[in-house]
T-cell receptor
């Protein structure tokens, strides 16, 4: 079965650079979520989209922005990168509604040097 | 607010031992409860879930019962295997409103042969 695809899997950037992470949800899933997992920490919700509109916002820095496109894929744009942005970034997708599970991608490991 | 508290790890057991990982929650609404597992270098996989009080989720020999009176969702397995070594996350999602997951801090489990 098709899963959530994230690219790239690994990314190394320097401080103050920008990064773009991409997420391709499971076909027919209309909702995308982004989570950030710091080293040894639990995943923290960043932002979510439903039908290309932002549906919820968590602890996402102002330096980050995200959007969902007409084909439902999503991109997380990160600017002025800081060392503390080094983390594993997960994308999850689901159908909209309380009874539908979120399926997670393998994550993008971002290292800021 | 909404939060999840897990027993602190790491937890180290011998193969075939009995496993319990405690999880308690605080929620402003009525939550669904989940256990996710993260194997080394991989993304989050849904292990089991329960959507209402007294429901028991089960999968791969793992079980957890939604206890509203004690606001708990403890994970148990009768006989662990080396392949169960991973990080386990308890999580909740409020049924009403946004669908984001709120995770506990994770418990690292190591099973020795």
């Amino acid at each position: 079965a098709a899963g959530v695809i994230q690219s790239p899997r690994h990314l190394i950037k320097e401080k103050r650079e920008t990064a773009t992470l991409k997420c391709y949800p499971i076909p027919r899933h209309d909702t995308v979520y982004w989570y950030q997992q710091g080293p040894g920490q639990d995943p923290q919700f960043l932002i979510s989209f439903y039908e290309k509109m932002q549906s919820d916002k968590g602890s996402i820095p102002d330096r980050f922005s995200a959007q969902q496109f007409s084909d439902y894929h999503s991109e997380l744009n990160m600017s002025s990168l800081e060392l503390g942005d080094s983390a594993l970034y997960f994308c999850a997708s689901s159908l909209q509604g309380a009874n539908y599970e979120q399926y997670f991608g393998p994550g993008t490991r971002l290292t800021v040097t | 607010g909404n939060s999840v508290t897990q027993m602190e790890g790491p937890v180290t057991l011998s193969e075939e031992a009995f496993l319990t990982i405690n999880c308690t929650y605080t929620a402003t609404g009525y939550p669904s409860l989940f256990w996710y597992v993260q194997y080394p270098g991989e993304g989050l996989q849904l292990l089991l879930k329960a959507t209402k009080a007294d429901d028991k989720g089960s999968n791969k020999g793992f079980e957890a019962t939604y206890r509203k009176e004690t606001t708990s969702f403890h994970l148990e397995k009768g006989s662990v295997q080396v392949s169960d070594s991973a990080v386990y996350f308890c999580a909740l999602r409020i049924i009403q409103g946004a669908q984001k997951l709120v995770f506990g801090q994770g418990t690292r489990l190591t099973i020795n042969p």
